[in-house]
């Protein structure tokens, strides 16, 4: 009911009925007072109710922004940090871990060996690839433990000029590998093969055929005050981009 409506009310109840004893007269002045006040304050408190809650919604709105989508990061071949030159290919690659987890090679976002392929083993594992076009001539892996070094020497002579060549070590791989056999892989552009002993980690990318040392090998020695492992040095991993051979 409107303040205005009830006041108007009480007026005319005042004009139309006697006036009453003057005790009476003082309670009922007291009552309309009160009764004012009441609905003024009332009103006030309505209209102040009403203004507050429209500058609420105006605070929230402004504090409350609308948010962009996250944006997505790019993803690069092999995941690499980088993209590599539309002249190159990605690779990553890592060696084996102890005698537990095999290595893997990974070249333009193809994995090329993995204990997840199941054509990973103990010893030399090796990735043959076309320098021109990326595709996988062939993968083998040689026991150096327990197999014949002659047969790894077989496979490193019939490679062709300007194949890559990537290789990873697993478990040992040094055991059965003679002066020949490092001599062969030498060739292909590698520094670290004589330094290669028991059980060390090495891994490396080369070819057939190349004139000078490559940049793409990394080597670490099994020792005992240093190994991660117990008996076994830490996995060695390495990424980047290799030139595609252009003749």
Not at 39 to 63: C, H, K, M, N, Y
């Amino acid at each position: 009911m409107s303040p205005y409506i009830s006041l108007c009310s009480v007026v005319i109840f005042v004009v139309i009925f006697p006036p009453p004893p003057p005790l009476s007269v003082g309670i009922l002045k007291l009552g309309v007072l009160l009764s004012v006040v009441f609905f003024a304050v009332f009103f006030a408190f309505q209209r102040l109710e009403i203004t507050f809650s429209l500058d609420w919604t105006g605070l929230l709105g402004r504090s409350a922004p609308i948010k962009d989508p996250p944006t997505q990061l790019p993803r690069y071949k092999c995941n690499l940090l980088k993209a590599c030159p539309p002249t190159h290919f990605a690779f990553k690659m890592n060696s084996g871990g102890a005698s537990v987890v095999g290595p893997k090679m990974c070249l333009e976002d193809n994995v090329l060996m993995s204990g997840v392929k199941n054509n990973v083993g103990r010893g030399l594992n090796i990735a043959l690839v076309d320098g021109k076009t990326g595709n996988v001539i062939k993968t083998d892996f040689f026991d150096m433990w327990a197999g014949d070094v002659n047969t790894l020497i077989k496979f490193l002579k019939e490679i062709e000029d300007g194949t890559l060549v990537m290789m990873a070590t697993f478990d040992d791989s040094s055991t059965k590998l003679n002066a020949e056999a490092r001599q062969l892989i030498s060739e292909m552009g590698s520094s670290s093969i004589h330094l290669l002993g028991f059980r060390d980690n090495w891994i490396f990318v080369g070819a057939k055929g190349i004139k000078n040392k490559t940049p793409f090998e990394e080597y670490i020695k099994n020792k005992a005050d240093t190994n991660k492992y117990d008996g076994w040095p830490e996995v060695l991993e390495m990424e980047g981009c290799i030139p595609i051979r252009q003749e």
